[in-house]
Every structure is written in C-alpha cells, then in structure tokens.
C-alpha cells in the first residue's frame, strides 16, 4: 500500500493520541510553573529563617549548634530524590499522557519568567 491510503495509515495512531498528548503537555506545563512558584517561595522563606536566626545568634539571643541542625537535617535532604519520585508518581498516576505531562512538567520547571 503506497500513496495517501498508507500515510493516513500511518498517522492515524498519532491523531488519537494528540488530544491526550497536548493536554498532556499543558498541563505538566502548568504543574511545573506552579511546583516552580512553590519551590521559590520555600526558598525565600527559609533564607529569610537563616538571616533571622543569624541576627539573632549575633545579637546573642540564641545559640544555635550547627554541626547538630546538620545531623538532624542530613536524612531530610538524602529523602528528596524519593520524594521527587513519589511526588510523580502521584501526578502520573492513571493518566494515559503520563509521558506528555513529564515532558511538560520538566519544561515547566526550566521556563523563565
């Protein structure tokens, strides 16, 4: 079969998937602007927490034992990757453009403003 009958053959697959992909794709857009907006907004309130309580450890109010905050907080930051994974697979779960919306939320994540 050549001509015009193979190529529709050949692209009628992708044509039902393109819905699925765009709004796919969209919407992992949309999730990666909104995870973006979140993760700098955590980052201004916790370098804002540092300053705080270096002012006050300057201003000799408190005592803060570093090496200790280190060894508390080592486990929290080994666990990101597999709360990143989680955090995917929950977004991901039963949706039939789960690769669209990755592509999307990575490009989301990496748009600048």
């Not at 969209?26 to 993760?39: F, H, I």
């Not at 080994?78 to 669209?100: I, K, M, S």
Request: charged share 10%; hydrophobic share 60%; proline share 6%.
């Amino acid at each position: 079969m050549t001509g015009p009958a193979a190529l529709a053959a050949l692209t009628a697959p992708v044509q039902a998937a393109l819905p699925d992909l765009s709004l796919g794709g969209v919407l992992g857009v949309a999730c990666g602007l909104a995870l973006r907006a979140a993760g700098g907004t955590l980052l201004i309130s916790l370098g804002l927490l540092f300053i705080a309580v270096q002012l006050l450890a300057w201003a000799g109010i408190v005592t803060v034992d570093w090496p200790r905050l280190g060894a508390l907080s080592g486990p929290w930051l080994r666990a990101v990757p597999e709360l990143w994974q989680g955090l995917l697979r929950v977004l991901t779960d039963r949706l039939p453009f789960a690769g669209a919306f990755g592509a999307g939320l990575l490009l989301g994540l990496r748009l600048r403003r």
